[in-house]
């Protein structure tokens, strides 16, 4: 699995090269990184990668022609390694939103993307026409630059990818998981047993392996019910509500 960058600020892909689980897995040769800058891709003296708005408007565009230069470099410098061409990926607020089901797609495919980050206020158009294959939202914000939002993505994929995990099981337990019917994760405790006068609570105490389960799954109910309805209509309209869950949140709704 291989993530290429373009990006004027190539240094910030150290965040998820070098550090943590992900700059693990990295160095293991999970994954690999690999980062284009398009003022390398420029043949001015100013190495010129941006400039004024045609209509008028404030702040500048990014050129296409570094953008493109450096997207058939990634593309050639991979066919070079035997691996396939890959999607080329706007960051955008104009792009689909990026979830959990995206994430696992990513990893799934092993094919990796190039990650088009862009600055200013945009990139020309005719750039995302001509090499554009997929636009992806981080959310309904604005950044200063795409590359927080492929650095969040790249995190998010490469987190689901074997043996990047101390325990593959931990990604299964995550919110929006399939295996967590797309609920929301439940509490989590850890030592010491009473921390400010509260103490852990019992069922998870019990070493009821049953009894734990159904507190977890209890508690994430809860939750979701409380903070994202929305993903209780999805999990009911999945069929992935059992009896004893549709129990529960009637009991909740009838406290309400
Ligand atoms: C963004 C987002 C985002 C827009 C103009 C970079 C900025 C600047 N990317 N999800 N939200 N991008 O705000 O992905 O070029």
Request: hydrophobic letters at 40%; a negative charge; aromatic letters at 8%.
């Amino acid at each position: 699995m291989r993530f290429d960058a373009v990006t004027l600020f190539p240094e910030m892909f150290g965040l998820v090269r070098d550090q943590g689980v992900t700059g693990r897995a990295h160095g293991q040769g999970i994954w690999a990184m690999k980062v284009w800058n398009p003022r390398d891709f420029t043949h001015d003296a100013h190495r010129t990668v941006d400039d004024r708005p045609y209509g008028g408007g404030p702040g500048m565009v990014m050129l296409a022609a570094p953008l493109e230069a450096a997207v058939d470099a990634a593309q050639a410098d991979r066919v070079a390694q035997g691996m396939a061409q890959a999607p080329v990926v706007l960051l955008s607020p104009t792009g689909q939103r990026y979830g959990q089901r995206e994430a696992e797609n990513l990893a799934a495919t092993r094919q990796g993307a190039i990650f088009i980050c862009g600055r200013y206020e945009g990139v020309d158009q005719r750039f995302i026409d001509r090499r554009v294959t997929q636009e992806w939202s981080l959310g309904d914000f604005v950044l200063s630059g795409g590359e927080i939002a492929a650095l969040a993505m790249i995190d998010a994929a490469v987190r689901l990818l074997p043996g990047v995990l101390n325990d593959d099981a931990s990604a299964v337990q995550d919110s929006f998981n399939p295996a967590l019917d797309g609920l929301l994760d439940s509490p989590h405790y850890t030592r010491p047993e009473i921390y400010g006068g509260e103490s852990v609570p019992e069922p998870l105490l019990s070493g009821h392996h049953a009894r734990i389960a159904r507190w977890r799954r209890e508690q994430s109910l809860r939750l979701t019910a409380q903070r994202r309805p929305d993903l209780i209509e999805q999990a009911r309209a999945a069929g992935r509500l059992s009896k004893e869950d549709e129990r529960f949140l009637a009991a909740l709704q009838a406290q309400q």
